[in-house]
């Protein structure tokens, strides 16, 4: 609980006192053909904040992006900022500055043409043009590139050139459709750090689009979980993976051991569920699933959370299992145990005295109610 | 930047003996063409091979004969405009079938095309039957017209091919940046397509330039195109001035073929030279 508060006010303080650059979304609604996009997608993209719409292909996350551009035009639904609707303005007109996969550079101009773009379209006197952009240049460290054209620098070079040329024009919000995408790993995690680090310096509120878990928890002050038009769950990234609200969220970030519970009665804060073996113990229930016990539900635990001990001595309320195999990953190891009917992740942080069991040994699992989570009904 | 090393070594392979299978073919085609140029230079009266006698009095008399001189000129602005008209119908054309996705798209490329697949006698006879109609038969503007709708389709496929190979994340992020329709024109498509749109002209005037059907029906007192008035004085004067005439259209080809080479590169020139023929 005390992650909830803390997140809050970290992102409270984060504000400018006024909301005026809000951008908030209400309803989307779209569909190509008979295939519905998008399903009544709503949050709002705080100014300042850095919030990711993470989803596998076909999410509508990228949809929903293109909506508040002005590339996709909603079926249903509205964007407002500062309490107007943008939603019939047409892209040129809402100020918003965007990065694209592949950077879309104009290939045909240098580096700090490219970046002056914006501001040779809004009528800014060459002079002037000249000067921001080489202080922006110099903000993505890449003003000795400024005569270059694009196809002259590397990957990452061509990304900050792109994140320049999005900022010059002191946008509303900075629109991210997977830029990082293109980079190889290791490149990818730098630029994750860099992009982070300017979006702090600026404070301009950046809505990112990825289907990379790790980015989004990386770089995320809040982050939306999408599936199949809809968003499941938008919180911290540290809530969204301590409690999730869905088996496909804790699925889809991180790992999960799902177990099918009896649910005996729950105050829609904690429950009392009975396992498969018949013994009950506490959980954490989901925010979106409410109060209200007697039917089946599903307990979300991770495998860092389960404790695995060799004997059940003093333990409350331990189950027992059965240890299927142990693999050494360096930081930690990774066991498989047969326990409630099914096979469960435990993972155990690498240490001096650690002691394993051999497969085939008994073990006994525990876990603690705040480790466990009582996930929404599916829809 | 990986294809040009690529094809080349893939040419020295098998160049040679492409070139040795090819070369008797390629010398009888050539050798009657290249046979123009020692003709021109006869001293004497009649065309012969090879001439008795040296001479410039061929192209003595090509430039004293004031008709000849206009008939170049004459040729070289229906050309020009034919390649002006072409190029912007074309390029637009391009451009707004690639954005708009609509319904009859096919169609309408099909029209754009069919100048190429038609009989240009037929093409030629229904122009002339309308431009007499509209009265704009014999004149520069009625031939430079048909010679634009000729070269239009040349136009519209290398615009095509370039701007299927556009981004159109660079039309977002330029409107996303401010752009108009008409920045996005000038600063997207416009660089996109301009090395397309130059290699179409010089396809154009080429095209243009050696048009003998159409021109021959829409051709009137005072428009009368260079190689019409080739044909004309070949049936009731073959002089060896014709020969001069000649000579001089080969340079002007070759000179445009070269340019193309300089401009584009050997094999993108004479793929686009295959395609016209």
């Known amino acids: ?379 | 930047m990986t294809l040009p090393t690529r094809t080349k070594r893939r040419r020295t392979t098998t160049g040679p003996l492409v070139l040795l299978l090819a070369l008797p073919g390629l010398l009888f085609l050539l050798l009657p063409i290249l046979a123009v140029v020692p003709m021109s230079f006869t001293a004497g009266q009649v065309v012969e091979f090879p001439p008795e006698e040296w001479g410039l009095a061929a192209y003595r008399a090509l430039f004293a004969d004031p008709r000849w001189g206009q008939a170049i000129v004459f040729s070289l602005k229906v050309s020009a405009v034919a390649v002006v008209l072409s190029v912007v119908a074309a390029g637009f054309a391009a451009i707004g079938l690639s954005r708009l996705h609509m319904r009859g798209e096919a169609l309408v490329t099909a029209v754009i095309l069919a100048p190429l697949a038609m009989p240009v006698v037929v093409l030629a006879l229904g122009t002339f039957q309308f431009f007499i109609q509209i009265q704009i038969n014999g004149t520069l503007a009625g031939i430079a017209l048909a010679h634009a709708v000729l070269g239009v389709p040349y136009v519209f496929l290398t615009v095509r091919a370039a701007l299927s190979k556009l981004d159109m994340a660079l039309v977002r992020s330029a409107m996303s940046l401010g752009a108009g329709t008409l920045d996005v024109l000038r600063w997207v498509y416009l660089p996109a397509i301009l090395p397309a749109l130059l290699s179409g002209a010089l396809l154009v005037f080429v095209v243009s330039f050696d048009e003998v059907v159409v021109s021959l029906f829409l051709s009137g007192p005072g428009a009368l195109t260079l190689p019409v008035k080739l044909l004309t004085e070949v049936q009731f004067n073959l002089s060896p001035t014709i020969m001069a005439v000649s000579a001089l259209l080969l340079a002007v080809v070759v000179f445009a073929v070269v340019l193309g080479i300089v401009m584009f590169g050997v094999r993108r020139t004479v793929y686009r030279i295959a395609i016209k023929e």
């Open chain 1, 1 to 379: 609980m005390a992650d909830h508060l803390q997140s809050k006010a970290l992102v409270a303080t984060r504000r400018s006192p006024s909301s005026e650059r809000d951008i908030v979304v209400t309803g989307l609604g779209k569909h190509y053909g008979a295939v519905q996009v998008l399903h009544d997608v709503s949050f709002t993209l705080r100014d300042g904040e850095f919030l990711t719409l993470l989803g596998p292909s076909g999410s509508g996350k990228t949809t929903s992006l293109g909506v508040i551009a002005g590339f996709v035009e909603p079926d249903q639904g509205d964007v407002q900022v500062a309490g107007k609707s943008i939603v019939s303005l047409p892209p040129r007109e809402r100020n918003l500055g965007i990065v694209f996969q592949n950077y879309a550079l104009f290939p045909h101009l240098t580096v700090s043409e490219n970046v002056e773009f914006g501001l040779r379209m809004r009528k800014v006197p060459a002079a002037q043009r000249s000067l921001r952009s080489r202080r922006m240049l110099e903000r993505v460290g890449l003003a000795e590139f400024a005569e270059r054209t694009p196809a002259q620098l590397s990957g990452g070079q061509q990304q900050r050139v792109a994140l320049a040329r999005a900022l010059i024009i002191d946008p509303t919000a900075l629109l991210l459709d997977e830029p990082l995408g293109a980079l190889d790993r290791r490149l990818r995690q730098q630029v994750e750090l860099e992009l982070k680090a300017i979006q702090r310096e600026t404070g301009v509120a950046v809505l990112h689009v990825t289907h990379d878990q790790e980015e989004a928890m990386v770089m995320s002050d809040r982050l939306a979980v999408m599936r199949a038009g809809r968003i499941e769950q938008i919180d911290t990234p540290a809530n969204v993976y301590k409690y999730p609200s869905t088996r496909f969220v804790a699925d889809f970030l991180g790992e999960a051991n799902l177990l099918d519970v009896l649910v005996e009665q729950s105050d829609g804060r904690l429950a009392r569920v009975t396992y498969a073996d018949g013994s009950c113990g506490s959980v954490h229930v989901a925010a979106t699933r409410g109060a209200g016990g007697g039917r089946q539900g599903t307990v979300c635990i991770r495998p860092e959370r389960l404790r695995l001990a060799l004997a059940s001595g003093s333990l409350h309320n331990p189950i027992e299992g059965t240890l299927i195999s142990c693999l050494h990953l360096g930081a930690s190891f990774r066991c498989t145990v047969k326990a409630l009917g099914q096979e469960l992740v435990v993972t155990l942080a690498d240490q001096a005295e650690i002691v394993l069991p051999e497969p085939g040994e008994q073990v006994w699992l525990t876990w603690g109610a705040l480790d466990a989570q009582l996930l929404a009904d599916e829809s």
